[in-house]
């Protein structure tokens, strides 16, 4: 018995049997009018052909230099700490002399208070040591003058005494010969009966009186104090000398201590008075990345920013294989991202100049061509400001671009 299934579907073969190319021909039909309609709306569909580049904001008045060069005057941190007070706006007009932002000055005046103290302190000692020098300088000179009047006195007295020696000398010689001739006498009396014993023996102590005196003469030579005189004098100048050599190195040495004291207070009281940071020149001021009141920053970084004259530009960095099809005067638009801004903010302006020589970009080493945008106002925009420049560079049909492969992005009307 014959499935039913199949035999409701006999007359559909009978049809496909007799008519096999139908389906086929519809099939590629529908296939041809497909393509047709693909291929007219390629070629009239138009699309813009951009160049998309890295961008930043620069002021329109600056040098046009390399896209990684900064462009603008920067007020940097004079010195490292923490930011007390910015006194601008961002965006805000300045004049010259305006005051930009002011860093915290508490550690310098603890470092101004310190160096005054010390140099105090150190001024007070100097002051004592110059003090006791001179005193040591007078005493040592009373003391020498002292010792040479001592020398000068024991010289007259030493020349006194050695006159006296010498008068005694002949007074013991003479008394020793008189007393000896008497002596000489008594005895030869003695011994004609002209003289007793006791006469002799009177005579004999007599003489021997006068040679002991002689004796005592000769032998007492007067003290000569000169010399012993002239070595104290030598040995207290010396003394002296030593003294006001060691007065004299600390004295040296409290003046450097106090050069080096004052030399950080008077570069304490500069960073404070260059702690307030002030507008070279009129223009507007932006707060650079990072910058805020309580921020902490090094020596030398940027605070703020500022754009003299009026108005704004932007430069691209365009890769050299997209350059060739960039023309001045061609329709920008620049997608650029900044605090006040949020992640897309749009400007408009045209290219105004395209470099003649490319550059090297960073550390990656690409070569790109710098070229300046100039931008429609807008008070949004900052200096400083990344973001996208696409670059108009025409309007071609999609066929041609499949035909062409033309390398550039395609943002559709």
């Known amino acids: 018995m014959p499935d039913p299934s199949l035999s409701d579907l006999a007359p559909l073969q009978v049809l496909l049997a007799e008519r096999p190319a139908f389906a086929a021909r519809a099939a590629l039909a529908l296939t041809l009018t497909a393509l047709g309609a693909g291929v007219s709306w390629a070629a009239l569909t138009r699309v813009h052909l951009v160049v998309a580049a890295p961008a930043r904001v620069r002021p329109a008045s600056g040098a046009v230099r390399g896209f990684l060069d900064d462009v603008g005057l920067r007020a940097v941190a004079p010195f490292g700490g923490r930011i007390a007070a910015l006194l601008i706006r961002d965006g805000q007009r300045v004049a010259s002399g305006d005051g930009l932002f002011r860093l915290d000055t508490e550690a310098l005046d603890a470092r101004v208070a310190r160096a005054e103290a010390a140099l105090h302190s150190l001024a007070q000692e100097l002051a004592l040591v ?25 010289g007259v007295e030493h020349r006194r005494a050695t006159a006296e020696r010498t008068a005694a000398l002949q007074a013991a010689d003479i008394t020793a010969r008189e007393s000896l001739a008497e002596l000489t006498r008594a005895q030869a009396l003695v011994r004609s009966g002209g003289a007793s014993q006791a006469d002799l023996e009177r ?30 004098r030598d040995e207290s100048t010396r003394q002296a000398e030593l003294e006001l050599t060691r007065l004299a190195a600390r004295g040296l040495a409290l003046e450097r201590e106090i050069a080096a004291h004052a030399h950080d207070r008077d570069e304490a009281l500069r960073d404070r008075e260059r702690a307030t940071v002030r507008a070279a020149v009129a223009g507007v001021a932006a707060v650079a990345q990072g910058a805020a009141e309580g921020a902490v920053v090094t020596a030398g970084a940027p605070v703020v920013t500022l754009t003299p004259g009026a108005g704004l530009r932007v430069d691209a960095a365009v890769p050299v294989s997209e350059i060739e099809a960039v023309r001045v005067g061609a329709a920008v638009r620049v997608v650029v991202s900044g605090r006040e801004l949020g992640p897309r903010h749009v400007a408009r302006g045209r290219v105004r100049y395209v470099a003649s020589d490319s550059e090297s970009l960073g550390a990656t080493g690409a070569h790109v061509y710098l070229v300046s945008v100039e931008v429609t106002a807008d ?27 033309i390398r550039h992005t395609a943002r559709f009307e």
């Open 379 to 405: 008070p949004r925009l900052r200096v400083g400001m990344m973001g996208t420049a696409e670059i108009h560079v025409g309007r071609r049909s999609v066929l041609s671009l499949l035909s062409d492969r």
């Open 130 to 154: 110059r003090r006791t020098e001179a005193q040591t300088r007078r005493l040592a000179e009373a003391t020498a003058a002292r010792l040479d009047a001592d020398i000068a006195a024991a």
């Open 203 to 232: 005579a004999t102590a007599r003489a021997e009186r006068a040679r002991v005196d002689q004796r005592r003469a000769v032998t007492a030579a007067p003290a000569d104090r000169s010399a012993s005189l002239a070595h104290q």
